[in-house]
């Protein structure tokens, strides 16, 4: 990825993060010697008309809540090659899925957050705007006067103003956050699909992980968690959206009584600051599953981005070190994007280790290779007809060409299609990393089948547990 130097009158620093289908920069306005985050669509995109509408659409929505609760935009314009960028507020304490890693939040804190998180939410739907993808990550923390922090909601790339939610609508959202409404093609999801985020957010925020579905009671994994708040998020996460609260702000004020149970002020606060920590023959699944994979096409959202959000080299280090051993020969410049595959979901055998490993054995870590032979592309050799179901924001975005799989796009897709196939393999003997391998190169059905890996695979899955070994940490 290229460095920019500068987007208008803005200077460029530094890469935060990059995703599929667009980069955040860290830069600098020098007229009002600020920092700033630059969002800037990827160049392999700036020709496509859909895409590039909705990127714009997405600054627009933000500029239109212009709201402290809301990341805000302040400027938008064209490098001098054409890619779009638009200027927005730099959250210098990065997000809430960082602040998770190391553990949830203390219950009196995560009720604050959960309520300031809701009010966000009800700004959005006062305007009109559904989210549909609220989760850690796409939740941002900023430095506050007084010492305190502002909590901002971010990422629109999947938002919908409610006169569109009428149309056709895909799967689109995350696992473990997303309203069963918005696994099924046609599911018309509406505000109360956000109003399930808030319950699976508010859930993480006090356990440490998100809802199984379905949803035990919080209190179940955290047992000073009150009776009321375990009524309060249940009662959000209910698969019945008629069942659910039936507004953000109603939401949040019953959270603001049941959090009278553990002696919390119901009314805002500035939170505390705390620490951060940086915590496919596969793909010989055809066409003909398609309505399988459409479950899973979920898995993020368009604009979702991966990497250190400002956070230090020294941290990310010591964060990777808990997932990827030191010194090994994995590119440091994927493994912010392994780390967020290998840990995409809690399934025996994932890791940041075996994903690793995976790219080793299929490229070499090589981001250029192109096999037309077999179809396949990139650091992760995927087919570009299947690619199209595990790239963000899945079938809501056009299949990409050869030239546009990037280690950004391709690299998360690996742990959606294990965390969705993954699962198939539960009584499947053997390693469990070792079939979900076999599960990428063939499928998970060939696996299944064959009671592990099947023997043609086996060269390959030996490659792969090698690799691992040299990856996992001491």
Partial sequence: MEHPTAAGRYRIDRLLGSGGFASVWLGHDPELDSPVAIKILGEHWTLRTDVRDRFVQEARLLRRADSHRLVQVFDIG???DGQPYFVMTYADRGTLAERLADGPLPPDEALRTAREISRGVQELHDLGVVHRDLKPSNVLLRSASGGG???????????????????????????????????QVD????????????????????????????????????????????TVVLRALEPDRERRWAS??????????????IGTDPLPEPLPKRGRVSRPSRRRIVIAVAGAMAVAVAAAVLWGFTGRS????SAADERDARWLRP????????????????????MPGLSPALIAAMLKAESGFDPRLSDPAKDE????????????FW??????????????????????????????????????????????????????KTVVKTGGVPARFKPYTENVRRYMDDYRPR
Avoid at 200 to 224: F, N, Q
Avoid at 248 to 261: I, K, S, V, Y
Avoid at 334 to 345: E, F, K, M, N, S
Wanted: charged share 20%; proline share 12%; hydrophobic share 35%.
């Fill in 248 to 261: 953000a702000a109603e939401f949040g004020e019953a959270l603001a009584r049941a959090a009278a149970d």
């Fill in 78 to 80: 064209e490098l001098p």
């Fill in 391 to 444: 790239q963000p924001g899945g079938l809501d975005n056009p299949e990409p060409r050869p030239a546009q799989i990037t280690p950004e796009l391709s690299i998360p897709a690996m742990g959606r299609f294990l965390c969705f196939w993954g699962k198939d393999l539960k009584n499947v003997p053997g390693d469990p990393a070792l079939n979900l391998a076999a599960a990428y190169r063939s499928s998970a």
């Fill in 310 to 313: 400002g956070g230090g080299d």
């Fill in 149 to 183: 922090e502002r909590i901002m909601i971010s990422d629109l790339g999947i938002a919908r103003t409610e006169d569109h939610l009428s149309s056709l609508t895909l799967p689109a959202g995350s696992p473990g956050y997303m309203a069963p409404e918005q696994t």
């Fill in 377 to 388: 592309y990139g650091i992760a050799r995927w087919t570009p007809r299947v690619l199209v």
């Fill in 327 to 346: 010194g090994s020969d994995v590119p440091a410049r994927y493994r912010d994007l392994i780390v967020q595959a290998g840990t995409w979901c809690d």
């Fill in 187 to 230: 599911g018309a999801p509406d505000r109360r699909a956000d109003i399930y985020g808030l319950g699976a957010l508010t859930y993480h925020l006090l356990t440490g992980e998100p809802p199984a579905t379905p949803a035990r009671s919080p209190g179940e994994t955290r047992p000073a968690i009150p009776p009321a708040v375990n």
